[in-house]
Protein backbone atom coordinates (compact mmCIF):
# COMPACT_ATOMS: atom_id res chain seq x y z
CA UNK A 1 0.00 0.00 0.00
CA UNK A 2 1.60 3.36 -0.58
CA UNK A 3 1.10 6.43 0.99
CA UNK A 4 2.18 9.51 -0.48
CA UNK A 5 2.28 12.41 1.72
CA UNK A 6 -0.60 10.68 3.53
CA UNK A 7 -1.51 10.41 7.41
CA UNK A 8 -2.58 7.62 9.43
CA UNK A 9 -1.94 3.77 9.88
CA UNK A 10 -4.00 2.47 7.20
CA UNK A 11 -4.40 -1.52 7.84
CA UNK A 12 -7.10 -1.97 9.80
CA UNK A 13 -5.49 -4.05 12.37
CA UNK A 14 -6.37 -1.59 15.19
CA UNK A 15 -10.27 -1.73 14.32
CA UNK A 16 -12.41 -2.97 17.05
CA UNK A 17 -13.19 -6.41 16.21
CA UNK A 18 -17.51 -4.96 16.30
CA UNK A 19 -16.28 -2.63 13.30
CA UNK A 20 -14.41 -5.41 10.96
CA UNK A 21 -17.94 -7.47 11.81
CA UNK A 22 -20.13 -3.99 10.59
CA UNK A 23 -18.30 -3.53 7.76
CA UNK A 24 -18.01 -7.54 6.06
CA UNK A 25 -21.95 -7.34 6.80
CA UNK A 26 -22.42 -3.74 5.19
CA UNK A 27 -20.61 -5.34 1.92
CA UNK A 28 -23.06 -8.32 1.86
CA UNK A 29 -25.37 -6.03 1.74
CA UNK A 30 -24.21 -3.85 -0.38
CA UNK A 31 -23.81 -6.96 -3.30
CA UNK A 32 -27.06 -8.86 -2.73
CA UNK A 33 -28.84 -5.40 -2.96
CA UNK A 34 -26.87 -3.97 -6.17
CA UNK A 35 -27.32 -7.51 -7.70
CA UNK A 36 -30.88 -7.84 -7.42
CA UNK A 37 -31.01 -4.25 -9.20
CA UNK A 38 -28.98 -5.30 -11.98
CA UNK A 39 -31.68 -8.21 -12.64
CA UNK A 40 -34.62 -6.46 -12.33
CA UNK A 41 -33.05 -3.38 -14.71
CA UNK A 42 -29.98 -4.21 -17.19
CA UNK A 43 -29.34 -0.30 -16.94
CA UNK A 44 -28.32 -0.82 -13.32
CA UNK A 45 -24.98 -0.13 -12.85
CA UNK A 46 -22.87 -3.31 -11.20
CA UNK A 47 -20.79 -2.88 -7.82
CA UNK A 48 -19.47 -5.96 -7.30
CA UNK A 49 -16.20 -6.29 -6.23
CA UNK A 50 -15.67 -2.37 -5.48
CA UNK A 51 -17.81 -2.73 -2.03
CA UNK A 52 -14.70 -2.57 -0.11
CA UNK A 53 -14.50 1.01 -1.13
CA UNK A 54 -18.03 1.54 -0.45
CA UNK A 55 -17.74 0.02 3.09
CA UNK A 56 -15.28 1.07 3.95
CA UNK A 57 -15.27 5.17 3.17
CA UNK A 58 -18.93 5.17 4.40
CA UNK A 59 -19.40 2.84 7.22
CA UNK A 60 -19.31 4.53 10.84
CA UNK A 61 -19.79 8.29 10.26
CA UNK A 62 -21.94 10.37 12.33
CA UNK A 63 -25.64 11.05 11.85
CA UNK A 64 -24.88 14.35 10.78
CA UNK A 65 -22.25 14.14 8.44
CA UNK A 66 -22.62 14.58 4.66
CA UNK A 67 -22.21 11.56 2.25
CA UNK A 68 -21.95 12.22 -1.27
CA UNK A 69 -21.57 8.39 -2.55
CA UNK A 70 -20.38 7.49 -6.49
CA UNK A 71 -23.53 6.65 -8.63
CA UNK A 72 -22.32 3.12 -8.51
CA UNK A 73 -22.97 0.89 -5.45
CA UNK A 74 -24.14 4.03 -3.48
CA UNK A 75 -27.30 2.18 -1.85
CA UNK A 76 -25.18 0.89 0.73
CA UNK A 77 -24.09 4.42 1.65
CA UNK A 78 -28.48 5.07 1.76
CA UNK A 79 -29.46 2.21 3.90
CA UNK A 80 -26.26 2.91 6.33
CA UNK A 81 -28.27 6.01 7.32
CA UNK A 82 -31.95 4.22 7.47
CA UNK A 83 -33.14 3.72 3.90
CA UNK A 84 -36.14 2.03 3.19
CA UNK A 85 -34.89 -1.28 1.40
CA UNK A 86 -37.69 -1.78 -0.76
CA UNK A 87 -38.35 2.08 -1.82
CA UNK A 88 -34.26 1.81 -2.81
CA UNK A 89 -35.39 -1.43 -5.22
CA UNK A 90 -38.49 0.87 -6.13
CA UNK A 91 -35.62 3.13 -7.51
CA UNK A 92 -33.87 0.91 -9.76
CA UNK A 93 -37.84 0.03 -11.21
CA UNK A 94 -39.09 3.21 -11.18
CA UNK A 95 -42.04 2.84 -9.04
CA UNK A 96 -43.70 4.99 -7.48
CA UNK A 97 -42.32 4.24 -3.63
CA UNK A 98 -38.69 5.28 -4.29
CA UNK A 99 -36.78 7.95 -3.19
CA UNK A 100 -37.19 9.58 -6.60
CA UNK A 101 -40.44 8.80 -6.99
CA UNK A 102 -40.09 7.05 -10.28
CA UNK A 103 -37.72 10.04 -11.94
CA UNK A 104 -34.77 9.28 -13.96
CA UNK A 105 -31.39 8.80 -12.06
CA UNK A 106 -32.73 6.23 -9.84
CA UNK A 107 -29.50 6.19 -7.48
CA UNK A 108 -30.18 9.96 -6.50
CA UNK A 109 -30.04 9.44 -2.48
CA UNK A 110 -32.97 11.36 0.12
CA UNK A 111 -31.72 14.61 0.95
CA UNK A 112 -32.97 14.45 4.38
CA UNK A 113 -30.99 11.71 5.24
CA UNK A 114 -27.57 14.16 4.56
CA UNK A 115 -27.06 12.39 1.27
CA UNK A 116 -25.83 14.75 -1.34
CA UNK A 117 -28.30 14.37 -4.26
CA UNK A 118 -27.13 13.71 -7.81
CA UNK A 119 -28.05 16.97 -9.64
CA UNK A 120 -27.48 16.36 -13.30
CA UNK A 121 -27.19 13.47 -15.50
CA UNK A 122 -23.67 13.50 -16.45
CA UNK A 123 -20.94 12.09 -13.81
CA UNK A 124 -19.20 14.21 -10.95
CA UNK A 125 -21.83 16.95 -10.29
CA UNK A 126 -21.54 15.42 -6.79
CA UNK A 127 -18.61 16.68 -5.48
CA UNK A 128 -19.15 20.02 -5.69
CA UNK A 129 -22.12 20.18 -4.16
CA UNK A 130 -20.67 17.87 -1.59
CA UNK A 131 -17.84 20.38 -1.11
CA UNK A 132 -20.53 23.58 -1.19
CA UNK A 133 -21.67 20.56 2.00
CA UNK A 134 -18.10 21.15 3.56
CA UNK A 135 -18.01 25.12 3.61
CA UNK A 136 -21.41 25.30 4.49
CA UNK A 137 -20.07 23.41 8.07
CA UNK A 138 -17.08 25.84 7.74
CA UNK A 139 -19.26 28.64 8.52
CA UNK A 140 -21.59 26.74 10.88
CA UNK A 141 -18.22 26.22 12.98
CA UNK A 142 -19.50 22.76 13.84
CA UNK A 143 -16.96 19.67 13.04
CA UNK A 144 -19.35 17.78 10.79
CA UNK A 145 -17.51 16.31 7.55
CA UNK A 146 -18.47 15.45 4.39
CA UNK A 147 -17.29 11.83 2.40
CA UNK A 148 -17.84 12.09 -1.21
CA UNK A 149 -16.55 9.41 -3.63
CA UNK A 150 -16.25 8.98 -7.54
CA UNK A 151 -14.63 6.85 -10.10
CA UNK A 152 -11.10 7.33 -11.63
CA UNK A 153 -12.23 8.99 -14.91
CA UNK A 154 -14.20 11.83 -12.68
CA UNK A 155 -10.66 12.90 -11.76
CA UNK A 156 -10.54 14.43 -15.35
CA UNK A 157 -13.39 16.80 -14.89
CA UNK A 158 -12.52 20.54 -14.28
CA UNK A 159 -15.04 20.67 -10.84
CA UNK A 160 -12.40 17.85 -9.21
CA UNK A 161 -9.63 20.25 -9.93
CA UNK A 162 -11.29 23.39 -9.16
CA UNK A 163 -13.18 22.14 -5.92
CA UNK A 164 -9.94 20.36 -4.62
CA UNK A 165 -8.04 23.53 -4.75
CA UNK A 166 -10.60 25.58 -2.71
CA UNK A 167 -10.83 22.81 -0.47
CA UNK A 168 -7.42 22.93 0.16
CA UNK A 169 -7.26 26.94 0.11
CA UNK A 170 -10.33 27.13 2.78
CA UNK A 171 -8.94 24.22 4.77
CA UNK A 172 -12.79 22.07 4.45
CA UNK A 173 -13.99 19.39 6.45
CA UNK A 174 -13.79 16.99 3.17
CA UNK A 175 -12.15 13.67 2.17
CA UNK A 176 -12.60 12.78 -0.92
CA UNK A 177 -12.43 9.10 -1.81
CA UNK A 178 -11.37 7.82 -5.69
CA UNK A 179 -13.17 4.69 -6.15
CA UNK A 180 -10.84 3.35 -8.62
CA UNK A 181 -12.03 0.47 -10.21
CA UNK A 182 -9.75 0.43 -13.13
CA UNK A 183 -12.40 1.57 -16.10
CA UNK A 184 -14.24 4.40 -17.60
CA UNK A 185 -17.17 2.89 -19.43
CA UNK A 186 -15.01 0.99 -21.76
CA UNK A 187 -11.73 2.81 -21.46
CA UNK A 188 -8.72 1.63 -19.19
CA UNK A 189 -7.56 4.45 -16.74
CA UNK A 190 -3.70 3.67 -18.79
CA UNK A 191 -5.81 5.67 -21.73
CA UNK A 192 -7.36 8.58 -20.00
CA UNK A 193 -4.44 9.14 -16.97
CA UNK A 194 -1.18 10.24 -18.07
CA UNK A 195 0.02 8.93 -13.85
CA UNK A 196 -0.06 5.89 -12.04
CA UNK A 197 -1.33 7.00 -8.95
CA UNK A 198 -4.45 9.77 -8.69
CA UNK A 199 -3.27 10.36 -4.99
CA UNK A 200 -0.43 11.92 -6.20
CA UNK A 201 -2.83 15.00 -7.65
CA UNK A 202 -3.37 15.73 -3.98
CA UNK A 203 -0.17 17.59 -3.78
CA UNK A 204 -0.81 19.91 -6.62
CA UNK A 205 -3.77 21.62 -4.33
CA UNK A 206 -1.38 21.06 -0.84
CA UNK A 207 -3.65 18.61 0.48
CA UNK A 208 -2.71 14.41 1.74
CA UNK A 209 -3.52 11.98 -1.00
CA UNK A 210 -2.45 8.30 -0.34
CA UNK A 211 -3.49 5.08 -2.25
CA UNK A 212 -5.09 2.19 -0.69
CA UNK A 213 -6.18 -1.29 -1.19
CA UNK A 214 -9.60 -0.94 -2.28
CA UNK A 215 -10.35 -4.55 -1.83
CA UNK A 216 -9.41 -4.34 1.99
CA UNK A 217 -12.48 -2.70 3.27
CA UNK A 218 -10.56 -2.71 6.90
CA UNK A 219 -7.23 -1.03 5.23
CA UNK A 220 -10.08 1.76 3.60
CA UNK A 221 -11.93 1.96 6.45
CA UNK A 222 -8.93 3.17 8.31
CA UNK A 223 -7.46 5.43 5.87
CA UNK A 224 -11.01 7.11 5.51
CA UNK A 225 -11.38 7.49 9.38
CA UNK A 226 -8.38 9.38 9.97
CA UNK A 227 -8.85 11.29 7.58
CA UNK A 228 -12.23 12.31 8.57
CA UNK A 229 -10.31 12.49 12.39
CA UNK A 230 -7.87 15.22 10.70
CA UNK A 231 -10.78 17.12 8.27
CA UNK A 232 -12.72 17.28 11.85
CA UNK A 233 -10.27 18.56 14.17
CA UNK A 234 -9.84 21.78 11.19
CA UNK A 235 -6.80 19.97 8.63
CA UNK A 236 -8.80 20.48 6.29
CA UNK A 237 -9.36 17.67 3.22
CA UNK A 238 -7.09 14.71 2.52
CA UNK A 239 -7.76 12.40 -1.34
CA UNK A 240 -7.90 8.81 -1.02
CA UNK A 241 -7.31 6.75 -3.67
CA UNK A 242 -8.69 2.89 -3.12
CA UNK A 243 -7.23 0.66 -6.02
CA UNK A 244 -10.45 -1.92 -6.87
CA UNK A 245 -12.00 -3.47 -9.88
CA UNK A 246 -15.03 -3.46 -11.70
CA UNK A 247 -16.00 -7.31 -11.89
CA UNK A 248 -19.11 -6.37 -13.68
CA UNK A 249 -19.83 -4.10 -16.65
CA UNK A 250 -20.30 -0.72 -16.78
CA UNK A 251 -24.04 -1.37 -16.90
CA UNK A 252 -26.12 -4.97 -15.86
CA UNK A 253 -26.26 -5.75 -19.72
CA UNK A 254 -22.43 -4.93 -21.00
CA UNK A 255 -20.53 -8.05 -21.55
CA UNK A 256 -17.57 -6.18 -20.66
CA UNK A 257 -15.67 -7.79 -24.22
CA UNK A 258 -13.02 -5.16 -23.61
CA UNK A 259 -11.64 -6.75 -21.07
CA UNK A 260 -8.76 -9.40 -20.86
CA UNK A 261 -10.18 -12.46 -18.79
CA UNK A 262 -7.11 -13.75 -17.06
CA UNK A 263 -6.71 -10.00 -15.67
CA UNK A 264 -10.53 -10.10 -14.66
CA UNK A 265 -9.77 -13.86 -13.32
CA UNK A 266 -7.08 -12.29 -11.26
CA UNK A 267 -9.10 -9.36 -9.59
CA UNK A 268 -11.72 -12.00 -8.91
CA UNK A 269 -9.50 -13.78 -6.94
CA UNK A 270 -9.10 -10.83 -4.75
CA UNK A 271 -12.49 -10.25 -3.96
CA UNK A 272 -12.99 -8.47 -1.05
CA UNK A 273 -16.06 -9.91 0.41
CA UNK A 274 -13.88 -13.70 0.33
CA UNK A 275 -10.87 -11.93 1.95
CA UNK A 276 -12.88 -10.07 4.90
CA UNK A 277 -14.37 -13.45 5.76
CA UNK A 278 -11.05 -15.31 5.87
CA UNK A 279 -9.81 -12.83 8.05
CA UNK A 280 -12.20 -12.68 10.37
CA UNK A 281 -12.34 -16.56 10.59
CA UNK A 282 -8.97 -16.88 10.64
CA UNK A 283 -8.71 -14.28 13.64
CA UNK A 284 -11.43 -16.49 15.60
CA UNK A 285 -14.04 -13.36 15.30
CA UNK A 286 -16.24 -15.33 13.40
CA UNK A 287 -17.30 -18.57 12.50
CA UNK A 288 -18.64 -20.32 9.29
CA UNK A 289 -22.22 -20.94 10.96
CA UNK A 290 -21.76 -16.77 11.71
CA UNK A 291 -21.12 -16.08 8.16
CA UNK A 292 -23.34 -18.04 6.53
CA UNK A 293 -26.12 -16.69 9.22
CA UNK A 294 -25.07 -12.88 7.95
CA UNK A 295 -25.78 -14.27 4.62
CA UNK A 296 -28.90 -16.03 4.98
CA UNK A 297 -30.04 -12.58 6.79
CA UNK A 298 -28.97 -9.88 4.35
CA UNK A 299 -30.50 -12.29 1.46
CA UNK A 300 -33.80 -12.48 3.46
CA UNK A 301 -33.87 -8.77 3.47
CA UNK A 302 -33.50 -7.94 0.20
CA UNK A 303 -35.67 -10.67 -0.89
CA UNK A 304 -38.20 -9.48 1.04
CA UNK A 305 -37.80 -5.76 -0.30
CA UNK A 306 -37.71 -6.72 -3.63
CA UNK A 307 -41.40 -8.00 -3.43
CA UNK A 308 -42.56 -5.11 -2.00
CA UNK A 309 -41.03 -2.88 -4.54
CA UNK A 310 -42.30 -5.24 -7.37
CA UNK A 311 -46.15 -5.08 -5.81
CA UNK A 312 -45.81 -1.62 -5.65
CA UNK A 313 -47.38 0.73 -8.70
CA UNK A 314 -45.25 2.47 -11.35
CA UNK A 315 -44.79 5.98 -11.28
CA UNK A 316 -47.49 7.96 -12.71
CA UNK A 317 -47.24 11.54 -14.06
CA UNK A 318 -48.13 12.95 -10.94
CA UNK A 319 -45.79 10.58 -9.00
CA UNK A 320 -43.25 12.13 -10.79
CA UNK A 321 -44.32 15.67 -9.84
CA UNK A 322 -44.40 17.33 -13.25
CA UNK A 323 -46.86 19.68 -11.78
CA UNK A 324 -43.62 20.77 -9.64
CA UNK A 325 -41.91 21.84 -12.85
CA UNK A 326 -44.59 22.76 -15.21
CA UNK A 327 -48.01 25.23 -14.40
CA UNK A 328 -51.30 24.34 -15.44
CA UNK A 329 -51.93 26.22 -18.30
CA UNK A 330 -55.35 24.21 -19.15
CA UNK A 331 -58.12 26.99 -18.43
CA UNK A 332 -55.67 30.18 -19.78
CA UNK A 333 -55.25 27.88 -22.84
CA UNK A 334 -59.25 27.71 -23.35
CA UNK A 335 -59.52 30.90 -23.26
CA UNK A 336 -56.79 32.35 -25.13
CA UNK A 337 -58.54 29.51 -28.16
CA UNK A 338 -61.36 31.53 -28.08
CA UNK A 339 -60.33 34.70 -29.20
CA UNK A 340 -58.02 33.51 -31.79
CA UNK A 341 -58.61 34.83 -35.56
CA UNK A 342 -58.12 32.68 -38.59
CA UNK A 343 -54.37 31.71 -38.83
CA UNK A 344 -51.80 33.13 -41.02
CA UNK A 345 -50.70 30.72 -43.15
CA UNK A 346 -54.47 28.12 -43.51
Known amino acids: MSRPNGPGTGEGADLDPSVRIGLLKAMMLSRTLESACCELNPRWFPAEGEEGVIAGAFFGLRDDDTMAPHYRGPFLAYALRGADLSRLVGQALGKANGYARGRALGFTGPAAMGIVPWVAGDLGTTIGVATGCALGF ?7 VTVCSFGDGTTNRGDFH ?9 KLPIVYVCQHNQYSISLHASEVLPIEQISVRASGYGMP ?3 VD ?14 VARARSGEGPTLIEARTYRLGGHWASDPGGYRLPEVQDAWRDKDPIPRAVSELVTSGDL ?3 DVDSMWDEVRQAVDAAVTVAKACPDARLEDIGANEVFADVSEGMSALRGERGE ?3 A
Do not use: I, K, M
Open 138 to 144: SYEGSDR
Open 209 to 211: GLT
Open 343 to 345: PWL
Open 287 to 289: TQH
Open 214 to 227: GNDVFAVHSAVRDA
Open 162 to 170: EALNLASVW
